[in-house]
């Protein structure tokens, strides 16, 4: 395990700002950093400065700014949270790396591999840390299954699935369906979380390969995906993703020689133990702010104490994955794709099926 950075290692406390209070800081991640331990919230920005200000009220947060430029610049404010659209990541960071101030991204890190590039780049130049929001790694039902694989209750494992359904088709998503926010479709704000969970859990992914469409939505970017890979121990496995269905559907499973391990992603519910034993439904509930493990263990980090499991070497690791499979609907991920939308080849083949 490597060694907490400690950059603020003569600290008890870990001031922080966010940049762009929007609905994701309401609960799964802005009280976690009033409530987690060594952790202050000070300040929030929203280009919107009366929504700024009403969010500050609320949250009880001392200052708010409209401009990101201010809150960084803001001497009191160690450390950044980004938790703007993913199109801003990139921008808010690197003005926090600027100002050699550790940083925490939303999830996921960038629209594409090649902004994330620029980040590290960044931070590395700065030697400054930086951690992006993937949560589960440090939830209690993830870090359960963690510990069942870790003790060898299902064997050797020899194959892992997952699938998800959602009737997304049906709702407007705002800018998680517009590629030049999102960097894509459900795909790249959902399927990150579970490309990233079987990172933590076996290590990075390789010999990736997928196919996606659009079948029934009237957005431009996919919403339907599959794909097949193996881990760096040689497991193989299969993901599919379809926001057009009719059901919702969201199981991991996990084949091992001596057992199954079933659980959900998003959905509430237990995971399932079937082993030679019998079968098990064990319930690990998230706590009230889903973020808060992971915002500790940033905390953590930073006060040499601990060390955080999601840096953005770890999550560019998704993002190159999520390229990979979505290479051949946009014609090519390394550019701006989102600016040639109508010339995307999986588009064209719609059109013309």
């Known amino acids: 395990m490597p ?7 003569d600290r008890q406390l870990i001031r922080w700002g966010i940049i762009g209070c929007g609905d994701v800081t309401e609960v799964k991640s802005g009280p976690a950093f009033q409530q987690a331990s060594g952790s202050q919230l000070i300040a929030v920005m929203r280009r919107d400065a009366a929504r700024a200000a009403d969010y500050a ?14 809150l960084v610049a803001d001497p009191e404010v160690d450390a950044i949270y980004v938790a703007t659209p993913p199109n801003a990541h990139v921008d808010g960071a690197l003005l926090a790396a600027a100002a ?7 999830k996921p890190m960038a629209r ?3 902004e994330c590039d620029r980040m590290i780049a960044a931070f590395a130049a700065a030697r400054v840390p930086l951690f992006v929001a993937y949560y589960r790694r440090l939830l209690p039902r993830f870090t359960l299954v963690k510990d069942l694989l870790d003790r060898g209750e299902i064997g050797v494992v020899t194959a892992i699935s997952y699938a998800q359904a959602e009737p997304f ?4 998503a705002g800018w998680r369906i517009d590629a030049a926010s999102a960097g894509g479709g459900h795909f790249l704000d959902l399927g990150s979380h579970t490309l990233d969970l079987l990172d933590h859990l076996f290590g990075p992914l390789r010999d990736i390969a997928g196919t996606a469409a659009n079948s029934a939505s009237a957005y431009a970017p996919e919403d339907t995906v599959a794909m097949s890979f193996r881990t760096g121990g040689g497991i193989v496995g299969g993901a599919r993703w379809n926001f057009a269905s009719a059901v919702r559907r969201d199981a991991l499973r996990i084949e091992g020689t001596a057992g199954v391990i079933e659980f959900p992603i998003f ?8 082993t030679a034993a019998g079968v098990q439904s064990i319930v690990r509930d998230h706590p009230p702010h889903v973020q808060q493990p992971l915002v500790q263990s940033v905390v953590d980090d930073l006060l040499g104490r601990g060390v955080c499991p999601s840096t953005g070497e770890s999550a560019r690791r998704t993002s190159a994955v999520m390229d990979a499979v979505l290479h051949d609907y946009y014609g090519g991920r390394g550019d701006e794709f989102w600016t040639r939308a109508a010339g995307w080849p999986g588009r ?4 013309n099926a």
């Open 169 to 172: 088709h049906q709702k407007d």
């Open 348 to 351: 064209r083949r719609e059109r």
């Open 3 to 9: 060694a907490p950075t400690g950059f603020y290692r």
């Open 100 to 106: 050699g101030k550790p940083t925490y991204v939303e």
């Open 112 to 114: 594409h591999t090649p």
């Open 267 to 274: 959905e509430t519910g237990p995971v399932r133990l079937e």
């Open 57 to 70: 009220r609320r949250h009880r947060v001392p200052r708010w700014y409209a401009d990101a430029a201010q």
